[in-house]
């Protein structure tokens, strides 16, 4: 079954620290990948997805995003976080373009130390 | 652009009362999804829409727990009657489905509606 892997429950980093959020997927081909960020109190909020082409792709708010075939990974990375940048953050999975469910992890919770 | 609209933002209700959460989706969109986040559980889907049908209702917790999408701008999620374990944010989300095979259109989610039941 097709699964998402947030190996880290809360991450704290210092403000202008590097970030890199951890995310594992369980599934044979290539699935189409997300990251999401839930700021307190609001809905999910897309910052970067992954269907084909150049493994390493930019979102918004400065993030960026690797895929590793090899590996089934799609980390999440930041040089420097901003306070701002404290959230949740989900990463998820569709199986592929003919598929509607999304697979959300379980999610990510970031923490900013000033 | 609206984006997705939920109404109520927060609900407080006694249990057994009924519940009714309202979703109006991003125009032109006509896929349609409802889930429901706790602490316990992470965000879970409840069910969805396709062009207004039911596709797959499986994550819809019991029978208390009802959603319809009469036309394509409006959908309700209805908890009857309502119990203190469905307290929880509940989320619609919307989306344009992909005309080919190459892409897939994301998810819009709207801000939530925190319901608790006492």
Same mark, same amino acid.
């Given at each position: *079954?097709? #699964?998402?892997?947030?190996?880290?429950?809360?991450?704290?980093? /210092?403000? =202008?620290?590097?970030?890199?959020?951890?995310?594992?997927?369980?599934?044979? *081909?290539?699935p189409?990948?997300?990251?999401?960020? %839930?700021?307190?109190?609001?809905?999910l909020?897309?910052?970067? !997805?992954?269907? /084909?082409g150049?493994?390493l792709?930019q979102?918004? !708010?400065?993030?960026?995003?690797?895929?590793?075939?090899?590996?089934?990974s799609?980390?999440?990375?930041?040089?420097s976080?901003?306070? #701002?940048?404290a *959230?949740?953050?989900?990463?998820?999975?569709?199986?592929?373009?003919?598929a509607? !469910?999304?697979?959300?992890g @379980?999610?990510?919770?970031?923490?900013?130390r000033? | 652009?609206? =984006?997705?609209? %939920?109404s109520?933002r927060?609900?407080?209700?006694e249990?057994? %009362?009924?519940?009714?959460?309202?979703?109006?989706?991003?125009?032109?969109?006509?896929?349609?999804f409802?889930?429901r %986040?706790?602490?316990?559980?992470g965000?879970?889907?409840l069910?969805?829409? +396709?062009n +207004?049908v039911?596709?797959?209702?499986?994550?819809?917790p019991?029978?208390?727990?009802?959603?319809k999408?009469?036309?394509? /701008?409006?959908?309700?999620? !209805?908890?009857?009657p @309502?119990?203190?374990?469905? @307290?929880?944010?509940?989320?619609?989300?919307?989306?344009?489905?992909?005309?080919?095979?190459?892409?897939?259109?994301?998810?819009?989610? =709207?801000?939530?509606?925190?319901?608790?039941?006492?």
């Amino acid at each position: *079954a097709q #699964s998402v892997t947030q190996p880290d429950i809360h991450i704290t980093v /210092s403000e =202008g620290a590097s970030l890199e959020l951890r995310c594992n997927y369980s599934y044979g *081909a290539t699935p189409y990948l997300f990251w999401y960020v %839930q700021s307190p109190g609001q809905g999910l909020q897309l910052l970067l !997805k992954y269907f /084909s082409g150049d493994t390493l792709v930019q979102g918004i !708010k400065g993030f960026e995003a690797e895929f590793k075939r090899s590996q089934s990974s799609f980390n999440l990375r930041k040089p420097s976080v901003h306070w #701002s940048d404290a *959230a949740e953050y989900f990463c998820a999975v569709v199986r592929d373009s003919s598929a509607s !469910k999304i697979i959300f992890g @379980s999610g990510t919770r970031l923490s900013i130390r000033p | 652009d609206a =984006g997705v609209i %939920q109404s109520p933002r927060h609900e407080v209700t006694e249990m057994g %009362q009924e519940v009714t959460l309202r979703c109006k989706p991003i125009s032109g969109h006509n896929s349609l999804f409802w889930y429901r %986040q706790t602490m316990m559980r992470g965000l879970e889907l409840l069910i969805y829409f +396709n062009n +207004n049908v039911p596709i797959d209702d499986s994550g819809m917790p019991e029978d208390r727990f009802s959603a319809k999408m009469p036309n394509a /701008s409006f959908s309700t999620l !209805k908890i009857q009657p @309502s119990e203190p374990r469905d @307290s929880a944010v509940y989320f619609c989300a919307s989306r344009l489905l992909a005309g080919g095979s190459s892409s897939y259109n994301e998810q819009f989610f =709207g801000p939530g509606t925190r319901l608790t039941v006492l």
